[in-house]
């Protein structure tokens, strides 16, 4: 099982990876072994996560979210569908308009 998560810095950003242990995770990024980003913005806490069978949908998944607006992601982390939706349409949308 591998594991997509976002977290929360302490300076308010979001930091997007991917694990297959959620606690040792946000605990290496706590102790400032969890990569320089977070290491810089301690202490770290993981406030979204999904499971996924394999390494390559969770690399997708990754990829996905970090391609996403804040308030995209925002939306995934508060449990906002009805928010989430209305984003992605926007994009949608707009990308529609510029063709």
């Not at 990024?29 to 810089?40: E, Q």
């Not at 990754?62 to 996403?68: A, D, G, I, S, Y």
């Not at 449990?79 to 984003?87: E, N």
Request: net charge positive; aromatic share 8%; hydrophobic share 25%.
């Amino acid at each position: 099982m591998f594991f997509v998560y976002l977290a929360r810095c302490a300076d308010g950003t979001i930091y997007i990876g991917h694990t297959r242990n959620l606690n040792t995770r946000e605990d290496a990024h706590n102790s400032g072994r969890g990569g320089s980003y977070t290491a810089a913005r301690r202490p770290v806490k993981i406030v979204h996560s999904e499971s996924y069978e394999s390494l390559e949908q969770a690399h997708k998944r990754e990829r996905q979210l970090k391609r996403w607006t804040t308030l995209k992601k925002e939306a995934l982390i508060s449990g906002d569908l009805k928010q989430l939706k209305t984003l992605s349409q926007s994009r949608q949308k707009r990308k529609r308009s510029r063709s």
